[in-house]
């Protein structure tokens, strides 16, 4: 019996090596690709997390240099995320806020160069929006119409299209194309919750195009 199970693990051991002949190196190298994928994905994690850390701390110093209306500096923090940290939200954050803070300072061509920044490289799309929004507003101060048109034309994130309908509208209605601008208007009315005061800005300007409010209408009704 022993001689039996001998001969039967000498020939279950031949397969094996026969098997691990044929495979071993795939085996092994399968292995390998897997535990290096796992530790790569391990590593990127441990540095997006070190990186969020660190770019958190940077971005206390410039909310900081941001309270204290201290524009040098916050601008200097706001440089610093966006060389060190420009994947992160809080680079893209501090470029719209000091964005801000250089407008009230009198810096509109500084504002419009941190807003240029973010709508290009803003960590997320509704950064960029939100960043090419706040710039075609800058252009239009300008008188820049159709640099306005061209930077709105480029917001597609869709919780936006009735902000970028009215702030076409207002290029349009500088360039005295009251038809068209009326059309962005009442595109820009429909997309916004009847909820929103915001609204009511609108309807303002529609009004001055010659279009009734809701009010105007329902009272001219009754009049009939």
Same mark, same amino acid.
């Given at each position: 019996?022993?001689?039996?199970?001998?001969?039967?693990?000498?020939?279950?051991?031949?397969?094996?090596?026969?098997?691990?002949? =044929?495979?071993?190196?795939?085996?092994?190298?399968?292995?390998?690709?897997?535990?290096?994928?796992?530790?790569?994905?391990?590593?990127?994690?441990?540095?997006?997390?070190?990186?969020?850390?660190?770019?958190?701390?940077? /971005?206390?110093?410039?909310? =900081?240099?941001?309270?204290?209306?201290?524009?040098?500096?916050?601008?200097?923090?706001?440089?610093?995320?966006?060389?060190?940290?420009?994947?992160?939200?809080?680079?893209?954050?501090?470029?719209?806020?000091?964005?801000?803070?250089?407008?009230?300072?009198?810096?509109?061509?500084?504002?419009?160069?941190?807003?240029?920044?973010?709508?290009?490289?803003?960590?997320?799309?509704?950064?960029?929006?939100?960043?090419?929004?706040?710039?075609?507003?800058?252009?239009?101060?300008?008188?820049? /119409?159709?640099?306005?048109?061209?930077?709105?034309?480029?917001?597609?994130?869709?919780?936006?299209?009735?902000?970028?309908?009215?702030?076409?509208?207002?290029?349009?209605?500088?360039?005295?194309?009251?038809?068209?601008?009326?059309?962005?208007?009442?595109?820009?009315?429909?997309?916004?919750?009847?909820?929103?005061? /915001? =609204?009511?800005?609108?309807?303002?300007?529609?009004?001055?195009?010659?279009?009734?409010?809701?009010?105007?209408?329902?009272?001219?009704?009754?009049?009939?």
């Amino acid at each position: 019996m022993a001689a039996h199970l001998d001969l039967e693990e000498q020939e279950q051991l031949e397969q094996l090596k026969a098997f691990w002949k =044929r495979w071993g190196n795939l085996i092994t190298w399968l292995i390998t690709a897997v535990l290096a994928a796992f530790a790569a994905w391990q590593g990127w994690n441990w540095y997006q997390r070190d990186q969020a850390a660190k770019a958190g701390a940077m /971005y206390e110093e410039f909310e =900081r240099a941001l309270s204290a209306q201290d524009l040098d500096k916050a601008a200097v923090a706001a440089a610093d995320l966006k060389a060190r940290f420009a994947a992160t939200g809080y680079a893209a954050q501090a470029g719209l806020q000091v964005a801000k803070l250089q407008l009230d300072k009198g810096k509109a061509d500084d504002a419009k160069q941190s807003l240029a920044w973010v709508a290009e490289q803003g960590a997320e799309p509704p950064y960029r929006d939100l960043a090419r929004l706040r710039l075609a507003g800058l252009q239009l101060d300008a008188k820049a /119409y159709d640099d306005a048109l061209k930077t709105l034309d480029a917001v597609k994130s869709p919780e936006f299209s009735a902000l970028v309908a009215d702030r076409r509208g207002d290029a349009l209605l500088l360039q005295d194309k009251r038809d068209a601008a009326k059309a962005e208007y009442q595109k820009a009315l429909a997309g916004l919750d009847k909820t929103q005061d /915001y =609204r009511r800005v609108v309807e303002a300007k529609l009004a001055t195009l010659g279009v009734p409010t809701v009010v105007e209408a329902a009272a001219a009704g009754a009049v009939q």
